[in-house]
């Protein structure tokens, strides 16, 4: 017996290579009656509707007869699940339909991806254990065996037929009658009747360059031709780039690449430098070859369309909707996949990466669930996000299970920031620096939930600390407010004949014999500085003196008092400030408005009888932060976020 365990046959469909091919519901091969479940239609998402015995409606999870035929809409998805633990992933804009045969199970696939998985060891349940799996197309059939573990992708488009060997391998038969054996990362092509072996490493077809074109995004962003050691700010209307060309962010800007023909969009984030090498395209197939020398790169990968992104050390391949963030590391590279899947390739290894996984991109890969963002949104309406450099921000919803997201800048959608699939209940989202982001989520049930929130860099707050108040002498008392800290003081008096300096002393209304503060000056202004005097009644005198400190006259007693107003209109954040280096805790001090709550890194927050608060936080976040979060009666979430600067290398 040959060690090769999966065997895929191309073989003609009817006599006349340009009939049509029939449709799978109507399809001979199927059988038409229920009789025993073949398998089990679960992790629904989008649109999907299921055809059995002539009538068709949505598809809901459970078992799946011979005679059943599937169909997902654009945006839809779906997972077959055999009795021996074999799986179909089923991606948009599919038709297939299920049935048997005297090999075993039968997909008969008119159009669409499909990802068949078996898994390292298979289950024994019964007669069912261990059958072959047999998937048709208009362009022939591919028969999956159970004995080792596996992962074949097969693509039907309208002529042409794709088969990838992710895992295991095959030997393959053309309409030709091309005989080739492919191994793992081999790909097989059929197109007009002829059969194409990709051996790993090579291109699917031959690809033609394609152009590249870049456009600010936010804040500041330069572009270095080839060659050249000058930068220059990136055209207002978008440029176009050429190999060897230098693109860089300033800190808080952000650059956006697109590349003709294709809908997939790189985003180069803030205080980040990529050079691009190349940028190919055939068919259905895009590849950007780039250089990321620092900083992040945002992918959002175009639907229909297969994708690979080259990057020194590390490819990116993708077969659908996705979104990635790559961020380079001084041992490689992080991979956060925020929607949909990809495959990580590096030399012979392959490693999957699907929505809601990091990867560790180093001397090995290790993958690892991903975090949420400190700063998570719920399903809400008009939260307002004021920060300085906040990487990005969670999104989160009720429910754990497969979702379609889509993510954009306006309330119609047009200018999406991240689509695709997710399969825990948050996704990792960019955070403007300033603008709106608009979301829904619509659950595998069909039911969908909606937000929308405001980010802006963090309004700048009236310091009273910084305003100085001008106390004059006389016989009315003055009354000085504040919200934030004791103001600083300044008295002012009339000028005495022959006096040389002036003594001023205060004391507290009841203790005249030791006064708080007493400043002699040559002026007829005493400033004191913020916070020299406390909350209370005051009583302040000035004295002239000659120029042998013999007192002129007797001080008259002013009457002053430092009242705290707690009536501040929006959250004041006194400490820590943005930049501030982070530690194991930091102080974080404020006032908040009279009818707020408040939480910091989602911690209630206590606020004394004056909405004061004055506590120690441990940061959280890399790099570090705290999330203020304030409530009030009638009026949305305000969210105001202080970033630290990272300790260590």
Not at 39 to 62: D, H, M, W
Not at 276 to 281: F, H, I, Y
Not at 293 to 322: I, M, N
Not at 430 to 455: C, E, I, M, N, Y
Request: contains cysteine; glycine residues 12%; aromatic residues 4%.
């Amino acid at each position: 017996m040959s060690r090769w365990f999966l065997v895929l046959l191309l073989v003609f469909v009817g006599c006349d290579k340009d009939e049509e091919a029939p449709r799978p519901a109507a399809s001979a091969s199927v059988d038409a009656g229920l009789g025993e479940a073949l398998g089990r239609l679960e992790g629904l998402s989008g649109e999907v509707r299921l055809e059995r015995a002539g009538k068709q409606g949505p598809a809901t999870e459970g078992p799946l007869y011979g005679g059943d035929a599937l169909e997902t809409s654009a945006g839809g998805a779906a997972t077959v699940r055999f009795p021996d633990g074999r799986s179909v992933e089923v991606g948009p804009d599919a038709r297939f339909a299920l049935g048997e045969d005297s090999g075993g199970i039968v997909l008969q696939v008119e159009r669409g991806i499909l990802l068949s998985r078996v898994p390292a060891e298979v289950k024994q349940t019964g007669p069912r254990s261990k059958v072959a799996l047999t998937i048709r197309t208009p362009f022939g059939l591919t028969r999956v065996g159970p004995e080792e573990p596996s992962e074949v992708r097969v693509q039907v488009a309208e002529d042409s037929g794709r088969v990838e060997v992710r895992l295991g391998a095959i030997e393959f038969i053309g309409r030709d009658g091309k005989s080739v054996r492919a191994a793992e990362g081999d790909s097989v092509e059929a197109k007009s009747g002829r059969t194409e072996l990709v051996a790993k490493g090579a291109r699917v077809m031959e690809l033609a360059p394609i152009a590249v074109t870049v456009r600010l995004g936010s804040g500041r962003a330069e572009v270095r031709g080839k060659g050249s050691a000058r930068w220059r700010q990136v055209a207002k209307q978008g440029e176009a780039l050429s190999p060897g060309d230098s693109v860089r962010t300033r800190p808080g800007g952000t650059a956006v690449l697109g590349m003709a023909g294709s809908a997939s969009v790189l985003t180069l984030g803030s205080d980040a430098e990529v050079v691009l090498t190349s940028a190919e395209q055939g068919g259905t197939t895009d590849e950007a070859r780039l250089d990321l020398l620092k900083g992040w790169l945002g992918l959002q990968l175009a639907r229909g369309r297969t994708s690979r992104l080259v990057l020194p050390g590390l490819q990116v391949e993708g077969g659908g909707e996705a979104r990635l963030a790559v961020r380079r590391t001084a041992a490689g590279y992080l991979v956060d996949a925020l929607t949909g899947q990809v495959t990580l390739v590096r030399g012979d290894a392959r490693q999957a990466l699907r929505a809601g996984e990091r990867a560790t991109v180093a001397a090995a890969t290790r993958v690892a669930p991903l975090a949420q963002a400190p700063l998570a949104l719920g399903v809400v309406d008009g939260a307002e996000v004021f920060h300085s450099g906040l990487h990005e921000v969670a999104l989160t919803w009720e429910g754990e299970g497969e979702a379609e997201v889509e993510v954009a800048e306006d309330a119609a959608f047009t200018r999406r920031v991240l689509s695709g699939t997710v399969f825990r209940s948050f996704v990792n989202v960019p955070a403007p620096s300033r603008g709106s982001l608009h979301w829904r989520v619509r659950r595998k049930d069909g039911t969908q939930v909606t937000g929308h929130a405001t980010f802006a860099p963090e309004r700048a707050v009236r310091s009273l600390a910084r305003v100085r108040n001008v106390v004059p002498e006389g016989p009315d008392k003055t009354t000085i407010y504040y919200q934030d800290k004791p103001p600083a003081v300044t008295f002012t008096y009339g000028a005495e004949e022959n006096a040389a300096r002036y003594r001023v002393a205060v004391y507290r209304v009841g203790a005249l014999d030791s006064p708080v503060t007493e400043r002699t000056v040559t002026d007829t202004r005493a400033a004191l500085d913020a916070g020299a005097l406390g909350e209370g009644s005051y009583l302040w005198s000035v004295t002239p003196l000659s120029a042998t400190g013999a007192q002129l006259k007797g001080g008259r007693m002013n009457k002053l008092e430092l009242v705290y107003d707690n009536s501040v209109p929006e959250l004041v954040v006194a400490a820590p400030r943005n930049g501030q280096a982070g530690g194991a805790r930091v102080r974080a001090s404020g006032v908040a408005p009279v009818d707020a709550r408040l939480s910091i890194n989602g911690r209630p927050v206590p606020l004394d009888g004056k909405h004061r608060f004055n506590t120690w936080v441990e940061p959280v976040g890399s790099p570090p932060v705290l999330v203020f979060k304030m409530t009030r009666p009638g009026a949305p979430a305000v969210h105001t976020v202080r970033t630290l600067k990272q300790r260590g290398p």
